[in-house]
């Protein structure tokens, strides 16, 4: 079988008072079934948005003008981008996007995979749940997507299983409770329960610890690792934190201004296998992590 993910060639620009800028530049990364990859990069290296991409959601104009973003649920790969020449021209030396056209056929392609075969977890939880849908009715909402062969009592059951399983200390409780009455490290372990509930194939985890204090931070890193040891699903992971990216991800891209400089395998990272770019480099200093070769 093919890879689950392979983004090829990804160009996203937007208009801005200064003329237009390109903010992810020619971006190319795969992900493998059961793999969790980690990107890295500083702020505004187009991480987000690269991402997004894959979802159809980067907002702004004209947003996403070029690349293939092939997906393969299992009968081929598919790319989410293949409406996109027909909605880009070149006009003089830029790219000019039929936005609304663009936007319908994002939804038709999107529509049948969004929440489905692939879900995102955001960093701030509290605005990404329902405040007026307790916690328990939000879980059963995906329980039902994955499974809708389930009764009511069915659904109500799994959705207490699932927050046992990202180790909510009293499930039953959590699960009649709204959003506000959690805490923030709660809120998002609920998320990521709304979300792995509903079977995704991919999941997007974009700095999900952000925010958090450090205990927490760890708590849910953790509980990712848990929750992907299976390598049932395969995780694009996001995040500043370069020792937690290290500790989920099977292999890394680091990105700035708009590239890819480096894509590397943890373990060959770890072994100190290869040269390592500059900028990853001065990234593993400033984290105080040091690996070398066995001599
Ligand atoms: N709608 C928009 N219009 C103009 N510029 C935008 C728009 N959306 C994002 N950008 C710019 O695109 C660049 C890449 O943004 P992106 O959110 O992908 O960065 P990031 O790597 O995720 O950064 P961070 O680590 O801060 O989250 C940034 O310079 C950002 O300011
Ligand atoms: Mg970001």
């Known amino acids: 079988m093919s890879r689950l993910l392979d983004v090829r060639d990804l160009v996203i620009e937007f208009d801005t008072r200064h003329g237009r800028k390109r903010v992810v530049d020619g971006v190319s990364f795969h992900l493998e079934r059961g793999e969790v ?16 991409a894959v979802l159809g959601l980067v907002g702004g104009r004209p947003g996403v003008v070029q690349g293939q973003v092939l997906f393969d649920e299992g009968a081929g790969p598919q790319d989410l981008l293949a409406d996109l020449g027909r909605v880009v021209k070149p006009r003089g030396d830029r790219l000019v996007k039929n936005d609304r056209r663009w ?5 038709r392609t999107m529509r049948p995979l969004w929440g489905r075969a692939m879900t995102a977890v955001f960093q701030n939880p509290r605005h990404s749940l329902d405040p007026l849908m307790t916690i328990g009715a939000q879980v059963e909402e995906s329980v039902r997507l994955a499974q809708p062969e389930l009764d009511r009592a069915g659904r109500a059951g799994r959705a207490v299983e699932w927050l046992a399983r990202v180790q909510m200390n009293d499930p039953k409780r959590v699960h009649s409770s709204y959003a506000h009455e959690l805490s923030g490290g709660m809120c998002q372990r609920a998320m990521i329960a709304v979300a792995l509930a509903r079977a995704p194939m991919l999941l997007i985890a974009d700095e999900p610890t952000t925010g958090l204090d ?13 929750l992907l040891a299976d390598r049932r699903r395969s995780m694009l992971y996001i995040s500043h934190d370069i020792r937690e990216v290290l500790f ?24 100190g296998v290869g040269e390592r770019h500059p900028y990853t480099a001065s990234l593993l200093a400033a984290a105080d992590l040091a690996f070398e070769a066995a001599a």
């Not at 990859?37 to 997004?52: A, D, N, R």
């Not at 936007?103 to 939804?107: A, E, G, I, P, S």
């Not at 700035?256 to 480096?262: C, M, P, S």
């Open 37 to 52: 990859l980690g990107i890295l990069g500083e702020s505004g290296s187009g991480k987000t948005m690269s991402t997004l």
């Open 103 to 107: 936007q319908r056929l994002v939804h």
């Open 214 to 226: 450090t205990t927490v931070r760890a708590e849910i890193v953790a509980l990712f690792r848990e």
């Open 248 to 271: 989920l991800a099977d292999r890394i891209i680091v990105m700035r201004h708009g590239k890819v400089v480096e894509t590397v395998a943890v373990a060959d990272l770890k072994a």
